[in-house]
């Protein structure tokens, strides 16, 4: 039986749990609000070719549109990313396989419950990512980082959520039984850490810190990623104002790291909350990657990046997945409001957080541990 609020360790005292309660009822206000100045319809999308110049100038082109995109919305779409087609095809081809070939007693034995790390499958209505709306249609497979997943190798000083570094948490589907899979997912896995790498640079250049500046705190990322299957409506019909009868696929809620990039098929289901409280369809872009701002970079900035609300509904008759990657600075690092976004009023609108700590308290949050 795992214990998730046992963990006895240096980071339990520094007030990431209050910070992820605190990101709970954060989230209850947001969607009580329905009158603000603020509002989008739209969201951006922002082609990343020229990003990848030897010009600064150019490089700092698309920083700028990265940091309106982050101001206004919290949400954009990328193309010119540079993960091929295919490599994007393949792994959400392989997301179908995990879900439909590997038999249940397989699924149960690589099952959540058995994991501290909230790793391995999590079957439908097994989590809620808040605890006001009804269960969640949704069923996942979460893994997160491996050194032999990182093109780089990483720096040999991984450290897990808790502040463990015995070694990776994730429980993979055995080889014999899902050719390929482990190879597969290593393949997409590498090209978006290096693409979430990227971003790091893009978004120091967008916050006028030096490009390098978030380079010694993702030495050894926390990259939780996950594949996740919505099942088909029993009720299809469009997105409308009335909210009514919603089979939940993912309940509302902000995502708690620096950034999430996040590959989806060709159905739409990902819903982004406009702050005076419409919902807006996040339709996939072909060959674009959905990235959004999360709680980390919002602390970072004291709130001037957006860390927006979203939920996922599938309103359509077939099945939907998507693959996020959750993108985090090592776990062991600190996030603390940086100097250039105190403002002499407000200062720092949040206490400094470690990294692991706040995202396994609030991974906490969403599993009846009483349950098991
Ligand atoms: O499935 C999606 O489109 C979004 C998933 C998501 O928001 C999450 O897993 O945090
Ligand atoms: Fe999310």
Known sequence: MPDYMSVSNDFSQDGSRAAALKAQEYLQARLEATTSTTSFR???????????????ADRQSVASRINEACTTVGFF????????????DATLELAARFFHELPEESKEAIHMK???HFRGYEPAAFSSVNSFESKETKEAFNWGYEAGLDPTGGDGKYVELDGSTDGSKNQWPSEAELPGFYKGIAKYYGHVLQLARH???????????PENYFEPLITHPGGIARLIRYPPSTNPKPLSELNEDE???????TDYECFTLLLQDSNPGLEILSPDGHWISAEPVKGGIVVNVADFLMRWTNERYKSTVHRVVNRTAKERYSIPLFFSINYDEKVETLPSCKTEDSDSKFPPITAGRY??????????????
């Open 42 to 56: 739209s969201i951006p999308i922002i082609d990343l070719t020229s990003s990848f110049s030897l010009s600064i």
């Open 77 to 88: 779409y990328i193309t010119g990313h540079g993960i091929p087609q295919s490599v994007c």
């Open 114 to 116: 058995h994991s501290n």
């Open 199 to 209: 971003l790091c640079r893009l978004f120091a250049l967008s916050l006028a810190l």
């Open 247 to 253: 089979e939940i696929g993912l309940g509302a809620h």
């Open 359 to 372: 995202v396994l308290d609030r991974l906490a949050l969403t599993v009846d541990t009483g349950k098991y």
